[in-house]
């Protein structure tokens, strides 16, 4: 089974950055992508941004394009999420995910298999 551990998390005021990182076993079941989701206190969790593993193709969520990036180091076996311009309401635990079960949405939580234990971002004056 595919193991992740996000790292990078923190206290950051509006507008400052971030760079998350989950390290990742190598073998992702599913298909190659790698995706980060959220979770706010009392809120449903949410994707944020994903890549594929063998492509490098990025995929955003409406909410943090332009924002928001994400890249790879295969040779690290990392993914990062580099964040931007943060926002009071990016404070979130942050989760990254693999072994995706092709057949509906890419935001479908559900379809993940493999989770890390998390990482929180909290943004804050």
């Known amino acids: 089974q595919a193991q992740l551990s996000e790292s990078g998390g923190g206290s950051v005021q509006p507008g400052g950055s971030l760079r998350l990182t989950c390290t990742h076993s190598g073998y992702t079941g599913g298909d190659s992508r790698v995706f980060w989701f959220r979770q706010s206190a009392g809120k449903e969790r949410e994707g944020v941004a994903g890549?594929?593993?063998?492509?490098?193709?990025?995929d955003y969520a409406d909410s943090v394009k332009g924002r928001f990036k994400i890249s790879k180091d295969n040779a690290k076996r990392s993914v990062y999420l580099q964040m931007n311009k943060l926002k009071p309401e990016d404070t979130a635990m942050y989760y990254c995910?693999?072994?995706?079960?092709?057949?509906?949405?890419?935001?479908?939580?559900?379809?993940?298999?493999?989770w890390g234990q998390g990482t929180q971002v909290t943004v804050s004056s």
């Open positions: 890549i594929f593993l063998t492509s490098g193709d990025p």
């Open positions: 995910a693999s072994g995706f079960q092709r057949g509906g949405s890419r935001w479908d939580v559900w379809r993940y298999s493999n």
